[in-house]
């Protein structure tokens, strides 16, 4: 099998990539120089045993040593509605930063300003949104960007008759709290 003929070279450029000679990495997994130079030329049979000590040494995963297949890049997540909100997943569920395209609906009841660690990022595709920071009521229009330090209270809701769709990006904290803390109106 292929992928694991790849195993060896990726092994042999990890420890190259620390700058190890065969003598440093086998001394510090416990394993002969010779076992080591043939698991990298795949002249040796790789197993468990062997790779364990080998990748906590060079604190990689067994996964990284075999090839990965490319993943889809589309993201596959529901809409979800929240009152007069429709929140739609832009990023994967894993993703530090987060981006979704929000939905607020005129209709939609005022919420109380919130506040939380982190930074908040939004760009309004069609509509108006209001938006609260603090003591400052700002509207912004389709085309225009925001952002702000999100302990700053704040809250947003659509400006005028029309709905406002929008880009929110924010990191895990503000999506808990965003996304998560409402109950549905």
């Not at 603090?134 to 925001?146: D, S, Y």
């Not at 809250?155 to 808990?176: C, L, Q, Y």
């Amino acid at each position: 099998m292929e992928e694991l003929q790849q195993l060896g070279a990726r092994l042999r450029a990890a420890r190259q990539e620390r700058g190890w000679t065969l003598d440093d990495l086998a001394g510090r997994a416990g394993m002969s120089v010779s076992t080591l130079s043939r698991l990298e030329s795949s002249k040796r049979q790789a197993s468990l045993e062997l790779l364990l000590p080998l990748t906590k040494q060079l604190g990689i995963r067994i996964d990284d040593l075999l090839e990965q297949q490319p993943r889809d890049p589309r993201v596959h997540r529901s809409p979800v509605t929240r009152g007069s909100m429709t929140i739609a997943p832009l990023t994967r569920e894993e993703s530090d930063v987060r981006a979704f395209k929000i939905t607020y609906r005129p209709e939609a009841p005022q919420r109380p300003a919130q506040t939380h660690e982190g930074h908040e990022w939004l760009y309004v595709l069609s509509g108006r949104l209001h938006l609260e920071l603090g003591e400052q009521q700002l509207v912004l229009q389709q085309g225009e960007a925001a952002e702000f330090d999100t302990t700053t209270p704040h809250r947003m809701w659509a400006a005028g008759t029309r709905p406002a769709e929008v880009i929110s990006i924010f990191n895990t904290v503000g999506e808990r709290v965003h996304l998560h803390s409402h109950s549905a109106d």
